[in-house]
């Protein structure tokens, strides 16, 4: 796999990487990783101490595909909040496409740095990079701008070492909003970085006001974010059998909060797309996400609606949001079955379709 544009300015500026026990965020599997090591193995493995690497990632399938290629050789964490024993003298942040996970992710590494610890922070310029030093002007001290190229920049920074004994307490980063739909009051919490963290959006709203009238059985909720769509289902329909299901830790995470504050069950759990899906559903709901990170990304979703179908039992049913300039309505006739147009308003489209197929 070639080098990302972020990984090669990272790269580039190798005189920054060296250290004994360095911690990667979010950062995706694309032969980093495997540079990062040889580059300082030379000087570690004259002391035969090589280097201790841990990669903490949020998004499930980046987590699959590092600890796929690295198995033991590095140390892999996938969970809502990073602990290690070890102090980091090194930390490699990806750029996250919400400015507020920035904040988010530094103060929930505090406790494992030092006051001498280096934080590098690489992203691509379209996606807001350039306000890292505003952003992080609290807990970072001289961050600045070290390189600019390939579209992306490199910061450069030192942790604030007045908080690296800051207990983390992740119930102070949910936003919470109440919504009332058919009679139906719901309590969203969200984390940093879930899509559509502070209101209700005009897709999903969409969606609710147009879910089929009757629902029994098992039902999957696709790209579940903060749990919106599970949770209204529940309420109108409290016999059904719910699963969600998202790659974004983050969002895992606010949809049990979610699910916990108005007092529903379901099952929970990470999937790359439809990877960990094992069973049939009677009813499939989604407002897929069609956006990675800065770039738009309609692949994950074509993928879904194409290998959807032998999840749906004989006489099952699937309702999805999308924008309507997104033409789905003939990739779901041709994989599900019948599909219809329910609704259409405010750039959105409502489809269903009952399988045939």
Known sequence: MSLSNPSQILLRNCDLLNANFPLLINMPEDGFIDALIALNSETHNAA???????????????????????GNQIYHKFSCIYQAEIKHDLVIIAFPKSKAELNFTLAMIAPTLTSTTKVLIVGEKKGGIQSVPKLTAALLTHCHKVDAARHCILFAGIFNGDYCDSAFCIDDWYKNYTFIIDGVELTIASLPGVFSQEKLDIGTKLLLKNLPKVMKGEVLDFGCGAGVISCFIAKRHPEV????????????TSAEKTLSINNIQANIFPSNSLSEVNKQYKYIVSNPPFHQGVNTNYQATETFLSGISKHIKKTGEITVVANSFLRYQSIMQA????TKVIKKAQGFTIYHAHKTL
């Open 335 to 338: 994989h599900i079955g019948n």
């Open 48 to 70: 035969n101490q090589p280097i201790k690497l841990s990669c903490y990632n949020t998004n499930f399938a980046d987590y699959q595909a590092l600890k796929n290629k690295h």
């Open 241 to 252: 059998k719910l699963s969600l299901l998202d790659v974004s830790l983050l969002a895992l």
